[in-house]
């Protein structure tokens, strides 16, 4: 199988059916929303601000990853989400190693 058909099929079983259904329930679907949003910007915080996350921000975050991790279908679409990404993680690790590319992140000092 080569890597197009592995994005495919997960990108299938994640949008058709996983997100479906966790989508499906309307607090869900708001909960999610908005564990994404902190997500990117705790993601964003960290890459600015040398590692330092707000801690309203950070402690809200893991309130909604414990309440959406209790739902089965909410925590199946999560999880195939992170197995993409991983996956991606992966796939970019491989290709900058071939190519020579070093992504080293300079020092703010």
């Known amino acids: 199988m080569n890597i197009y058909d592995t994005a495919h099929a997960l990108a299938a079983e994640i949008s058709r059916e996983l997100r479906e259904r966790a989508m499906s329930d309307e607090t ?23 590692g330092e996350m707000p801690g309203e921000d950070m402690q809200r975050f ?5 309440l959406l991790y ?12 992170m197995q993409m990404q991983k996956v991606l993680a992966d796939v970019f690790k491989i290709l900058t190693d071939a190519a020579g590319v070093t992504l080293d992140i300079p020092d703010k000092n």
């Open 62 to 66: 893991q309130q909604l990853a414990a």
């Open 28 to 50: 869900n679907r708001l909960l999610l929303e908005e564990y994404k949003r902190l997500q990117v910007r705790l993601q964003m915080s960290m890459v600015g601000a040398a």
């Open 70 to 81: 209790m739902n089965s279908d909410v925590q199946a679409y999560l999880m195939a989400e």
